[in-house]
């Protein structure tokens, strides 16, 4: 294989393994927002405190918005993960621009 090849294969994988781990450091920003959303468009409360009954399409999905607003709280872990990858993201673009 030849450098140029290696350093071509490294670098995606080194792209693909930020990018899953910028999704996976936002998953929870990424629930509580649309939870919030699903609950203003369907005129219910959503907190932390308790599960609301919400009615959408004649089904209960107060549980399922309760659950998708507590998982913000896993941003307590993922943030500083992201911002390690964003870190990485900043050394990936210097390195490219100084080639």
Do not use: N
Request: with cysteine; charged share 10%.
């Amino acid at each position: 294989m030849t450098e140029m090849a290696r350093s071509s294969t490294g670098r995606k994988i080194f792209v693909w393994l930020l990018s899953i781990t910028t999704l996976f450091s936002l998953a929870p920003v990424i629930s509580v927002v649309v939870a919030g959303l699903l609950a203003d468009h369907f005129g219910c409360h959503v907190d932390e405190g308790s599960v609301h009954p919400c009615s959408a399409f004649g089904t209960d999905i107060g549980d399922m918005l309760y659950f998708q607003g507590v998982m913000g709280w896993l941003m307590l872990l993922t943030i500083p993960v992201f911002i390690f990858a964003m870190i990485g993201w900043i050394a990936l673009f210097v390195s490219r621009f100084w080639r």
